[in-house]
């Protein structure tokens, strides 16, 4: 086989390769929109992470019990690249009962919880007493309640609408207050609970974080109502 047909083989296996490639992306570029669509219809805002150029940092809707505002920015800490999302419930009628129910991991020795995010900082300090003892074996085994009126947080944490959705989640950090109710993903575990780092395209990341806008949008309803 001479040398020049050795090269055209090459050149030719190198085009069908390339063109291969250009199809798989024009089609993954298909599914991502069509997974950002699909975000839209369910969430009710559109989808940001990392990737998306010049997004604004807060995104709102209205729901039957409140505004609902969805917080994501990405910043540089300590060297690190963070991102910072929370989604925050603004509601009219004021809770009676405020309390914050964490993981126990997030919270440190000091008091601080680790990686708190929030609209305007990661680190909050905890602001009632605690921790409480929850009375159910599931609750307490992953959670720290922290509450003035111990008996009537306790009472709205093992309702049975709001205890399935803490438990049905990888990472809770709640806070509910007189000016509604303030959920946060400080580590991304929701995000990409249903759904690999790794992954080449970002639709399946994008339909796995649908669902956790979903589900953390109906706890915080849970919540306050």
Not at 9 to 33: C, E, H, S
Not at 84 to 97: D, F, I
Not at 176 to 200: I, K, Q
Request: charged share 20%; with cysteine; aromatic share 8%.
């Amino acid at each position: 086989m001479s040398g020049w047909l050795v090269v055209l083989i090459i050149v030719a296996l190198g085009a069908g390769a390339l063109i291969l490639f250009i199809r798989k992306v024009q089609g993954m570029k298909g599914d991502v929109d069509a997974a950002r669509a699909e975000f839209l219809q369910q969430v009710g805002y559109e989808y940001v992470s990392t990737l998306t150029r010049k997004s604004s940092p807060v995104r709102r809707k209205n729901t039957p019990d409140g505004g609902l505002n969805h917080y994501f920015e990405v910043y540089t800490e300590g060297g690190s690249r963070v991102t910072v999302q929370a989604w925050t419930l603004e509601c009219p009628k004021p809770s009676r009962t405020s309390f914050q129910l964490v993981e126990k991991k997030l919270v440190g020795a000091t008091r601080k919880l680790l990686n708190l995010v929030g609209p305007f900082k990661r680190t909050l300090t905890l602001a009632y007493p605690g921790p409480h003892p929850i009375g159910d074996a599931e609750l307490d085994a992953r959670f720290a309640l922290y509450a003035n009126d111990v008996a009537a947080a306790v009472w709205i944490v093992r309702q049975p609408d709001l205890r399935k959705g803490l438990l049905e989640l990888a990472s809770v950090s709640l806070i509910v207050d007189e000016s509604g109710a303030t959920f946060c993903d400080p580590t991304d575990a929701n995000m990409y609970a249903g759904a690999s780092r790794t992954d080449v395209s970002p639709a399946p990341a994008i339909r796995s974080a649908a669902k956790v806008h979903v589900a953390v949008e109906r706890l915080l309803r849970r919540a306050v109502g």
